[in-house]
């Protein structure tokens, strides 16, 4: 039905009209309708009226009904009474939750300092800002920390480059800025979109609806797809370069190779709007096709191909994901790849990679409250000593790995007293070295957990679980990046509260002076950019990380949140070739907003950082080339992390129909590989590196090269008993025994997730005696964890 409130009564029903961002759910924001009756949640389905999905959901959007109303979601606070570990508890109330976290933080503060207190998120969707302002205001604490997320490899490191490079953030251009979609007159259909190291239909990642490319294809846009595996999308593309991973960088630089020195180029935006092309054009010539090939085991001719087609296209757009994130060379892929779509003028271009701003740039990032930390106190944050992007203030989040390696070692330079953890499950996903981070986390001090359902995470360390609502059962905002979208509380589930209740009722015992607003909506407000006469200079203005400097916060031009909710979603004005106008500068001059006014395809800072200004591919820290003796023992190259269309990382096992649909872990590897090592399609088998081992079931993929295995991850099992050795099953599937942590490029950004070595193997009952919940449990984990601390 279509209908334009955003809320109305159809038989027996009342339909709300709303956005979900998780949790349970993903990195989009889409648009829905929520069927509810005696205030309990009905059904689900796509809002028609919504531009920007359509009415169009996946499988994990509409399954939420099930999500809603499991019998296995958290109920009320928890305090733990047996050992960790032990899976006992007792239910106490919020007030006594409360007071004993004010308590803990009030001595760990005056007994250790504010900074030895550790705020972690996970996926950084629906509490993106609001954790951030906990550690930074309440907690009075610099760190602020994905999940132990080694070396930033989510976003981070193409957000890290793009400041620098661009001073803005792209996204491929499939109309999403505009409320009419494709029938706004300025768009342009791209000709060719390039799809690098993500699979958009499944994972809808990042602020972008993965059927938007659908939607180009059917109007005519031809695909070049750049992927380890055969997805969809790759299956129906003029070209698909099938890369080893890890060697994304040596990829596009041969591929700038082929298009400067065809010159095939953009001469006016190089010329005009670029600084470092010289540089770039040099450099590029260590990158010829023929060479290119023998690192990433692309056919020389595809690259060729590929990069004539994408530069002679008006317009064409990238499309890229994780895969850039997770290596290495995180930073100088990103870097690489951008150079791609700068020299090609296809920047800020109608159907090109276009400059995307949060809706009424209501910011939903990660330095919000950063403004109260002091300058001492915010040098003093984790990775400041040794990651000069960090220090001055290209991200503001603290690094996962050194908070670990602090943790490990001690105390240096200083200890970790406490972890908050709120929508993060870091034992099965999001930590690499699982192992490594369970032996981690029990050496806290305190640690309280955040969740929706009992994790394993919160199993072996929590000392405090509360229980938080669903995305219908929380007033919030979405506006990543555009249109500016309402959440709306519709439901209420036991004693759950919102994430932004607790952080705001916990902020208003810790800091008042911080948290001066009486309700969820007033702190929404806020944010929003609303009643800024209100409020002290640090509630006004939000300070850059390095906090030298501060920006306006958003401004919705008066617009309450009460507003937006009954308007359900607003698109701001948009312009192309904002660099032309004067709409990217303070000085509203023409230009970019970089040192120079330009892109840098040479970035200067870097140069200041001793960091290498210009795209370079490195060899994983494990591979056939890097590593060959480790080669001979580990024989496969692992990748790993690709999405399923039923689960999001660690979420939705405890949903029947997402288990039915997908009930077990599997690897993919080619029947050829299989049979060699006497595999059979279905067998049970050991993904083993030096650093552990798990268990998944083997899947013939005759399209993956014979090399390489890609394997699950996020994966444990609710229905498997809490306690340890068995930690719901987390560690006996869990890929995370088998990746690395502590292996970072050389910004300290960049980790090889998706590219290490491997040796796979059937399971038998000798080989299975001791399965890794128990190794890891009770036997200390495997020699090389304990050989690393």
């Known amino acids: 039905m279509s209908n334009k409130e955003w809320q109305w009564q159809e038989g027996e029903y009342t339909v709300t009209r709303s956005t979900h961002w998780s949790g349970p759910g993903c990195h989009d924001g ?6 509810t009756k005696d205030g309990k949640l009905i059904k689900v389905e796509g809002d028609l009226d919504n531009p920007y999905n359509m009415g169009r959901l996946c499988m994990r959007c509409l399954n939420q009904v099930e999500a809603y109303h499991s019998p296995q979601r958290l109920k009320w606070p928890l305090k733990r009474v047996g ?6 508890w007792e239910r106490i109330s919020w007030d006594e939750a409360y007071d004993i976290i004010v308590e803990k933080v009030r001595t760990i503060q005056r007994e250790f300092g504010p900074e030895t207190i550790v705020g972690m998120e996970g996926t950084g969707r629906n509490i993106i800002w609001q954790v951030p302002y906990l550690t930074y205001a309440a907690f009075g604490s610099p760190n602020y920390v994905l999940g132990f997320l080694s070396g930033d490899s989510c976003y981070l490191p193409r957000a890290a480059q793009q400041a620098v490079m661009n001073s803005d953030f792209f996204v491929c251009d499939c109309a999403q800025f505009f409320e009419e979609r494709y029938d706004n007159p300025e768009f342009k259909n791209p000709e060719v979109i390039m799809i690098w190291g993500n699979n958009p239909v499944i994972t809808n990642g990042d602020g972008f609806f993965g059927h938007w490319i659908v939607d180009e294809m059917r109007m005519g846009a031809k695909l070049i797809v750049v992927d380890p595996r055969l997805t969809w999308l790759a299956a129906r593309a003029e070209y698909w370069l099938q890369l080893r991973p890890g060697t994304d960088c040596a990829l596009a630089m041969g591929m700038l190779n082929v298009i400067i020195n065809e010159d095939l180029y ?3 935006f190089v010329e005009n709007w670029c600084s470092g ?3 770039l054009e040099e450099r590029v010539q260590e990158y010829p096709p023929e060479e290119v090939e023998k690192i990433t085991w692309v056919p020389k001719e595809i690259i060729e191909a590929a990069a004539r087609r994408y530069a002679t296209a008006k317009p064409a757009a990238i499309q890229w994901g994780l895969a850039i994130d997770q290596q290495v060379t995180g930073i100088a892929t990103a870097q690489a790849v951008n150079s791609l779509w700068a020299i090609t003028g296809n920047t800020d271009v109608p159907g090109g990679n276009i400059i995307a701003k949060s809706g009424y740039n209501v910011d939903d990032g990660y330095s919000c409250g950063y403004s109260w930390l002091t300058p001492e106190m915010q040098e003093k944050r984790f990775g400041n000593e040794n990651n000069p992007l960090k220090k001055y203030g290209l991200a503001s989040t603290a690094h996962g790995d050194s908070v670990l390696t602090a943790i490990e070692n001690g105390g240096h330079p200083y200890p970790v007293k406490m972890l ?3 929508t993060t499950n870091p034992i099965a996903n999001m930590a690499s070295e699982a192992p490594r981070i369970y032996e981690a986390m029990r050496k806290v001090d305190f640690n309280v957990v955040v969740d929706l359902f009992m994790t394993p995470t919160a199993v072996a360390c929590a000392d405090i679980v509360l229980p938080a609502g669903m995305s219908a059962e929380r007033d919030s905002f979405r506006a990543w990046f555009a249109p500016l979208r309402a959440i709306t509380k519709i439901v209420d589930y036991e004693e759950c509260k919102s994430d932004e209740q607790i952080v705001l009722e916990l902020g208003k015992r810790l800091h008042p002076e911080a948290f001066p607003w009486e309700t969820v909506q007033d702190w929404i407000n806020w944010k929003m950019g609303n009643d800024k006469e209100k409020y002290p200079e640090a509630l006004v203005r939000e300070w850059t990380p390095e906090g030298k400097k501060y920006r306006e916060r958003g401004n919705t031009q008066g617009m309450t949140y009460t507003e937006l909710k009954e308007k359900v979603y607003v698109y701001p004005e948009w312009e192309y070739r904002k660099y032309e106008k004067g709409l990217l500068r303070r000085d509203r001059q023409p230009g970019f907003n970089t040192a120079d006014g330009k892109v840098q395809l040479y970035i200067d800072l870097f140069e200041a950082f001793d960091v290498d200004p210009l795209p370079a591919h490195l060899e994983p820290p494990e591979s056939p080339y890097s590593t060959p003796e480790l080669y001979k023992e580990y024989p496969l190259v692992l990748t790993s992390g690709a999405r399923s269309w039923e689960f999001f990382h660690s979420e939705h096992r405890q949903q029947p129909t997402m288990r039915m649909f997908h009930p077990q872990p599997l ?16 067998d049970w ?5 030096k650093r552990g081992r798990c268990q998944q079931i083997a899947k013939y993929v005759d399209t993956i090269d014979p090399r390489v295995v890609s394997a699950e991850h996020g994966w444990w099992f609710p229905e498997k008993e809490g306690a340890e050795p068995s930690l719901f099953g987390v560690f006996d599937s869990n890929i995370n025994n088998v990746t690395s942590q502590c292996q970072n490029g050389p910004t300290g950004y960049g980790a090889p997730n998706k590219n290490l070595l491997c040796r796979v193997y059937k399971v038998t009952e000798e080989n299975s005696q001791v399965m890794p919940g128990e190794q890891v449990t009770r036997r200390g984990g495997w020699d090389y964890v304990r050989a690393t601390l």
């Not at 050992?83 to 006992?88: F, L, M, T, V």
């Not at 690897?667 to 279905?682: C, M, S, Y």
């Not at 088998?685 to 590196?689: K, L, N, R, T």
Request: charged fraction near 30%; glycine fraction near 10%.
């Open 667 to 682: 690897v993919e590897i080619h029947p050829e590989t299989a049979q060699k090592l006497g595999i059979n399609d279905g």
């Open 83 to 88: 050992e960790r570990g032990e899976n006992k």
């Open 685 to 689: 088998v050991w993904i083993e590196s």
């Open 266 to 268: 953009d001469h006016d």
């Open 420 to 422: 908050w953890l709120q």
């Open 277 to 279: 092309f010289e540089e």
């Open 30 to 35: 889409c648009g829905l309708l929520y069927y």
